[in-house]
Nanobody, 115 residues
Framework: QVQLVESGGGSVQSGGSLRLSCVAS????????MGWYRQAPGKERELVAT???????NYADSVKGRFTIFRDNVKKTMYLQMNSLQPEDTAVYYC?????????WGQGTQVTVSS
C-alpha cells in the first residue's frame, strides 16, 4: 500500500515562495505518474501540475511560469517549487500518485498567501 506524505506548506506574503515535498512509500515510485492538486475553501479540487514517469510536465494556466514540478526518483520524492505566490494560490495542496491501476492521495498541506 502506497503512502504519500506532503510537507512544506505554510503562510507567506504575496510575492513569496514555498517548496512543497511529497514523499512516497512503497516500490516502483519511478514508474508512476505524479501530480499536485489544490482545493480552496468552497471550491472543487483542481489540477496544479503533473509530472509523468518519463519526466514530462503539465501545468495549469494559472501557475505557468511561477510553479515548477520536479521529482527525485532515488529519494521517492516529488516537489513543487512555488514562486510569486498570490492570495488566490491559498488552498490545501494534495499530492497524487497514479497509474492505470491505482490512484493514491496524500493528506494535504495548507498554503496560505496573504496580501
Amino acid at each position: 500500500q502506497v503512502q504519500l506524505v506532503e510537507s512544506g506548506g505554510g503562510s507567506v506574503q504575496s510575492g513569496g515562495s514555498l517548496r512543497l515535498s511529497c514523499v512516497a512509500s512503497g516500490r516502483m515510485f519511478s514508474l508512476n505518474d505524479m501530480g499536485w492538486y489544490r482545493q480552496a475553501p468552497g471550491k472543487e479540487r483542481e489540477l496544479v501540475a503533473t509530472i509523468s514517469s518519463d519526466g514530462s510536465t503539465n501545468y495549469a494556466d494559472s501557475v505557468k511560469g511561477r510553479f515548477t514540478i520536479f521529482r527525485d526518483n532515488v529519494k521517492k520524492t516529488m516537489y513543487l517549487q512555488m514562486n510569486s505566490l498570490q492570495p488566490e494560490d491559498t488552498a490545501v495542496y494534495y499530492c497524487k500518485m497514479f497509474n492505470l491501476l491505482r490512484v493514491s492521495w496524500g493528506q494535504g498541506t495548507q498554503v496560505t498567501v496573504s496580501s
